[in-house]
């Protein structure tokens, strides 16, 4: 009797607990945004963002390769390999709401977005794919007659750029201390003309100029009123 009642308890438990391999429901499954872009002309030549729907978030760039050193006789050496800079990052409201109204707007992107015929100047191929337990889809474009989906990729471009700023400014603050207030200024600009948000991404970088006594006044004064402006609001 005692062995019959093991059993029945045994094949119980492993009823209730699920096994390894079982797939996650749909609940458990996170909507997420990914914005690619790419240009080789620029520096980085290419960057992915992620953004998921609580607005935690990746960034990953691949900046340009360094020119091949050479030799002594000007013979070319091994190229030097670009390493892959990433951070996470997190996108607040009303950005990040604006990005998946957009995304539930446009059938999940699984559109035909671009308009070739347009003769529009290459910006940039940029790709946006979303991806979740209501759907799935991705398209491609340089520039889309849907205003929307160009406001979505200069969006997501001026979340990249004060990413990018952010790390230019913790090098200069270390090595190039005089160029701090030429970078600071033009994140400035940026911000007014929508060019750079959620720069509560790099506050972590304009405290530290805005503390460090060795840095100009200026420059200094310059990080402490980006923190104060609130210029990631979208």
């Given at each position: 009797?005692?062995?019959?009642?093991?059993?029945?308890?045994?094949?119980?438990?492993?009823?209730?607990?699920?096994?390894?391999?079982?797939?996650?429901?749909?609940?458990?499954?996170?909507?997420?945004?990914?914005?690619?872009?790419?240009?080789?002309?620029?520096?980085?030549?290419s960057y992915i963002l992620l953004i998921r729907e609580d607005g935690s978030g990746h960034y990953q760039a691949n900046p340009v390769p360094a020119p091949a050193p050479k030799d002594a006789e000007g013979l070319p050496l091994a190229p030097v390999t670009a390493a892959s800079k990433g951070r996470d990052i997190v996108i607040r409201d009303p950005l990040?709401?604006?990005?998946?109204?957009?995304?539930?707007?446009?059938?999940?992107?699984?559109?035909?977005?671009?308009?070739?015929?347009?003769?529009?100047?290459?910006?940039?191929?940029?790709?946006?794919?979303?991806?979740?337990?209501?759907?799935?889809?991705?398209?491609?474009?340089?520039?889309?007659?849907?205003?929307?989906?160009?406001?979505?990729?200069?969006?997501?471009?001026?979340?990249?750029?004060?990413i990018e700023v952010g790390r230019r400014l913790a090098v200069e603050q270390t090595h190039d201390r005089l160029g701090l207030d030429a970078e600071l200024e033009g994140l400035q600009e940026a911000v007014k003309d929508h060019r750079a948000l959620e720069l509560e991404n790099i506050s972590s970088e304009l405290q530290s100029i805005a503390d460090d006594e060795t840095v100009m006044n200026r420059a200094r004064k310059r990080a402490q009123a980006l923190l104060n402006s609130g210029g990631s609001k979208h």
């Amino acid at each position: 009797m005692m062995l019959a009642a093991a059993a029945l308890a045994l094949a119980l438990a492993q009823t209730a607990s699920p096994s390894p391999n079982t797939a996650p429901t749909s609940a458990a499954i996170t909507s997420q945004i990914r914005f690619s872009f790419e240009h080789p002309q620029l520096n980085p030549a290419s960057y992915i963002l992620l953004i998921r729907e609580d607005g935690s978030g990746h960034y990953q760039a691949n900046p340009v390769p360094a020119p091949a050193p050479k030799d002594a006789e000007g013979l070319p050496l091994a190229p030097v390999t670009a390493a892959s800079k990433g951070r996470d990052i997190v996108i607040r409201d009303p950005l990040l709401s604006a990005l998946f109204e957009i995304a539930h707007s446009h059938h999940f992107f699984a559109i035909a977005c671009d308009a070739p015929e347009s003769h529009v100047a290459f910006t940039g191929k940029k790709t946006v794919n979303y991806a979740g337990p209501d759907g799935h889809g991705e398209c491609t474009y340089n520039w889309s007659r849907d205003q929307q989906l160009n406001q979505l990729a200069d969006d997501l471009m001026a979340v990249a750029y004060t990413i990018e700023v952010g790390r230019r400014l913790a090098v200069e603050q270390t090595h190039d201390r005089l160029g701090l207030d030429a970078e600071l200024e033009g994140l400035q600009e940026a911000v007014k003309d929508h060019r750079a948000l959620e720069l509560e991404n790099i506050s972590s970088e304009l405290q530290s100029i805005a503390d460090d006594e060795t840095v100009m006044n200026r420059a200094r004064k310059r990080a402490q009123a980006l923190l104060n402006s609130g210029g990631s609001k979208h």
